[in-house]
């Protein structure tokens, strides 16, 4: 089946403008993930989803950065007032189950964000 | 979650085996192991998770030692196409918490050649 889709694969922006990135999950995944991943750093984790439970978005850096998930599915990451900071790899993941040893999260390609 | 400890870089000759080692000496009782590897330009791959048993897949296999505070991911037949970052993590697998999350170190660059 079709692995996690996420869109676009890159993004130019210039600096100030808001960029909305999309991601979706493989079908029937409950969860959803958002990482970042910054030039030669290690992944960063954004925010979560579960179901209907509220998200976890301890991850996100600024209230620049929201997220939604509509009907438990396609999610999409909003930057307002985008800054060069947040140049990145956005990285979105989906698992079946979210607790126990089988958390197993599949990644999209990730979106390539560049803000001139 | 444990932190762990990866060589940065190793390189590995075509079609042989490559052991990429993990040290995790803070390694909890209730916390697995789990590899992923990011191939350039590509999001993470699950590779392979274990709690103290090995175990074997059709990409590897995992070694734990006794004491679990290491471990080996062995690739038996390394191909260019294993070139890539191996993330090894360790995280507590049980209701409740953050668990969720995955923590990406720095991993290690395995290069394989010709």
């Known amino acids: 089946g079709a692995g996690v889709s996420q869109s676009p694969s890159n993004k130019v922006t210039e600096k100030g403008k808001d960029v909305e990135l999309r991601c979706d999950p493989i079908s029937g995944h409950t969860a959803l993930y958002w990482y970042r991943q910054s030039l030669g750093q290690g992944l960063e984790f954004l925010i979560y989803?579960?179901?209907?439970?509220?998200?976890?978005k301890s991850g996100l850096p600024s209230d620049r950065f929201s997220a939604e998930r509509t009907g438990g599915s396609v999610s999409t990451l909003t930057i307002q007032r985008t800054q060069q900071e947040d140049s990145a790899v956005y990285l979105c993941?989906?698992?079946?189950?979210?607790?126990?040893?089988?958390?197993?999260?599949?990644f999209g390609a990730g979106t390539r964000l560049s803000v001139l | 979650d444990a932190k762990t400890t990866q060589p940065p870089s190793m390189d590995c000759a075509e079609g042989r085996a490559a052991n990429l080692p993990c040290n995790h000496s803070t390694i909890s009782g209730n916390e697995y192991v789990y590899w992923y590897r990011q191939i350039h330009s590509q999001g993470p791959q699950y590779i392979i998770h274990?709690?103290?048993n090995n175990e074997t897949n059709e990409m590897a296999s995992l070694i734990i030692t006794e004491d679990r505070k290491s471990s080996t991911l062995i690739l038996p037949h390394a191909t260019l196409r294993d070139t890539a970052v191996y993330y090894c993590?360790?995280?507590?697998?049980?209701?409740?918490?953050?668990?969720?999350?995955?923590?990406f170190g720095k991993g290690t660059l395995l290069t394989v050649n010709p």
């Open positions: 274990g709690l103290k």
């Open positions: 993941a989906s698992s079946p189950e979210v607790l126990g040893s089988k958390n197993i999260q599949y």
């Open positions: 989803f579960q179901g209907n439970s509220a998200p976890d």
């Open positions: 993590i360790v995280r507590v697998a049980s209701s409740g918490g953050s668990n969720y999350k995955l923590t």
